[in-house]
């Protein structure tokens, strides 16, 4: 608690209330999206999904703006990057937020294992002010590792050989190389990064999709992995980094054009030379300590239990985080279908779930 003394009561109290009100929007989100588990249509999913998110959030005391939302690569509808959220009543704290109503719409869509609502949110002194960055919403190449390895003589480095991190890694964690696990994402594009990571014999941890539970996991104590490797979405690169503030750990980021088309877009809206090759660090994504992230499992993952139904009860497994005080907090809730309703963005009122 000692971050807390010289921050205003009424700061922290917003960061409190802020904590709750995400979670009661992710576990909407889930909710909402329970009956497309497995169905096989990821569109429909998403629409559930950010349908019950935006709802929940514009009933928010808050002045809010999305910097990071479901992105053009997506094809699927969803809270975009500069929509208002939120009641923007005078008075009322301004907020940037950053979201992904579902994080692995594909994995929800087949009933697999890893998919989580997610967002977070940075109070700021005004509209203009963006404390989770508005980075390009395409590619990013990403490591990401735990407070131990950010501590300390020496820093992992984007682009650097994988066996040099991987050394560095190990080191910093008292492990052999080869007693390491890497988690990356299953893709073509990651062939020659698996080959790699084995030729030091370093373990591998594939998963599917749903890359920001991926990138929060060697924060996470007890999730048995040690870095993650790879390519993913910069939308879920901004979520990972600000659930990675509230942990004391490290991303680091850099756009990733596909091909040419991509990059020509990104030269028109002013990422040439080095802007296109910056590397975002931890705190070029998240800015500061007023960082709430929240999350809520829609199908079983490495951090949170999925949606369950049980006769005419559901129940919810969410985790919170706050930057400021690194507080990590579980949250399991019950939901009596006969009585929960739901607030949909695109309704006048509460319908039932």
Request: include cysteine; charge should be neutral.
């Amino acid at each position: 608690m000692q971050n807390d003394v010289s921050i205003p009561s009424g700061e922290l109290e917003l960061e409190k209330l802020l904590g709750l009100d995400l979670i009661r929007a992710c576990e909407a989100a889930a909710l909402n999206t329970f009956r497309w588990i497995g169905k096989g249509e990821k569109e429909s999913a998403d629409a559930a999904a950010t349908d019950a998110i935006r709802g929940m959030l514009n009933t928010m005391d808050m002045c809010a703006t999305c910097s990071i939302g479901e992105g053009i690569k997506d094809k699927a509808p969803g809270i975009f990057v500069g929509e208002k959220l939120g009641l923007w009543r005078d008075g009322s704290a301004y907020v940037s937020i950053a979201l992904d109503p579902i994080d692995g719409t594909t994995l929800t869509s087949k009933g697999l294992a890893g998919a989580l609502s997610v967002i977070a949110a940075a109070t700021t002194n005004g509209p203009g002010e963006r404390a989770l960055a508005a980075v390009p919403s395409v590619y990013m190449e990403k490591i990401a590792v735990g407070p131990r390895v950010r501590e300390g003589t020496g820093t992992i480095r984007l682009g650097a050989p994988v066996d040099q991190n991987l050394e560095l890694i190990a080191l910093k964690l008292g492990k052999r190389v080869r007693d390491l696990v890497v988690c990356v994402l299953d893709r073509p594009r990651h062939d020659a990064l698996v080959r790699d990571i084995r030729r030091t014999g370093a373990a591998i941890r594939m998963i599917g999709d749903g890359d920001v539970a991926g990138a929060i996991a060697p924060s996470m104590p007890e999730s048995g992995v040690d870095v993650y490797m790879g390519i993913g979405g910069s939308p879920e690169a901004v979520l990972a980094a600000a659930a990675i503030k509230c942990l004391g750990g490290e991303i680091q980021a850099r756009i990733w054009p596909r091909d040419d088309a991509e990059l020509k877009s990104l030269a028109a809206a002013g990422y040439v030379g080095e802007s296109l090759r910056k590397t975002y660090t931890t705190e070029d994504m998240a800015r500061g300590d007023g960082i709430v992230f929240a999350a809520t499992g829609i199908t079983d993952n490495a951090m949170l239990r999925g949606v369950t139904v049980s006769g005419h009860t559901a129940s919810t497994h969410s985790i919170v985080m706050r930057a400021r005080s690194r507080t990590v907090r579980y949250v399991r809730a019950f939901h009596d279908l006969t009585r929960k309703t739901i607030r949909l963005g695109s309704e006048a009122g509460d319908q039932p779930v």
